[in-house]
């Protein structure tokens, strides 16, 4: 076929992955000699770099003092699963999914733990659950921002602050990016590799006096593997949120996160983090009210994500197709767009419905996003060309 012209600019950095998230601007491995390799972690260094991660992040993050703050094993689901081990069960629990990071907790909390007395709201990909239908006498289980469909809660408004369960949040692709109400929250998972373009494998784990006391009171009925034992004696292992990990951490990659969080207090902290993912934002969700062939998968504007932006393919040529033929087609523009290396990973997931997924968060330069909505245009009208 005949390709229509490409656009004249390009993206400066095509990274715009959902996951690992591209490094922060101005990044380079010379940044990390510092890092305490080739020591044990327990060591007075070491221990000192993990505290230093913890410290910062609480800065960074704005997490009140009297939260604990915890670097665990396994990324965010490590983190999350934790979470739900230890502290599920005492009471009946409302679950809530709509994409494919909640469904996995419902999996966990149906054929894994095999919970009973639990309520799961789920909808469809784009929506939210009616988040009036919420039992807070009940503990509470939910994404803050779910990335595979990009649909987030606008805030924590819908959660009472009298309420007698815990509420339990997967904030992995929130945190550093969305204005996270801590009083609302008992627990607040997320991972390095979001956000702050940290390296994958390490989770963080935030616990209010709420969840603490939760810890100390109950025993779940179920042996808990070593790498998820947060209590000894009965008691909260304290040293594990003074950065005494319970398992070996990377040591190089502590070193990267404690760089994004310098970098992060640099251009303004959570404020300035904030900034630039809506004005990342902003550039995508012009392009899509100027463009009749996507739209954003969420439906509601106030519930669409700014940090994993999810689009999708609209257009009536297209979605005459077959559901199989849509998803090639989609692919297909991702593969045009990763062989020209003006983006890389942009596919939907794998779970999701087919389209385009791009992530917006605050390591990305707002002048990359501008340079690559051109480049949508093109790889729609060239894959277009292959269906007339």
Known sequence: MNMIPQPVSRPANSRFSSGPC????????????????G??????????????????????????DDYHIGIVPASDTGAMEMAMWNLLGARGIDMLAWESFGEGWITDAVKQLKLENMRLLRTDYGHL???????????????????????RVPNADFIPDDRAGLTICDATSAAF???????????????????????????????SPRAVERLESYTPA????????LTKGGKLNASIFDGATINTPSMLCVEDYID???WSKQIGGLKGLMKRVDENFAVIDRFVSETPWIENLAIDPSTRSNTSVCLSITDERVAALE???????????????????VALDIGSYRDAPSGLRIWAGATVETSDLFAL????????????????
């Open 260 to 262: 994004a969080l310098v």
């Open 22 to 37: 591209t490094k922060r601007p101005g990044w380079s491995l010379q940044k990390l000699e510092n890092a305490s390799l």
């Open 373 to 388: 909505m051109p480049w949508l245009d093109w790889a729609f009208n060239n894959q277009l060309a292959t269906i007339a």
């Open 323 to 341: 559901a199989d033929e849509q998803a090639a087609f989609a692919k297909g523009m991702v593969q045009l767009l990763e062989k020209e290396n």
């Open 222 to 229: 179920w042996p808990l593997p070593k790498i998820f034992r």
């Open 129 to 151: 659950p009616d988040l009036r239908e919420i039992n807070f006498d009940n503990d509470v289980v939910f994404t803050w921002n779910g990335t595979t469909s990009g649909v």
């Open 177 to 207: 990016a969305q204005d996270l109400d801590f009083a609302k929250l008992d627990v607040v998972t997320f991972s390095w590799q979001k956000v702050l373009g940290g390296e994958g494998a390490h989770g963080m784990l935030i616990l």
């Open 39 to 64: 020591r044990s972690h327990r060591a007075k260094e070491g221990k000192a770099k993990l505290k230093l991660a913890i410290d910062l992040t609480r800065e960074v993050l704005q997490v009140p």
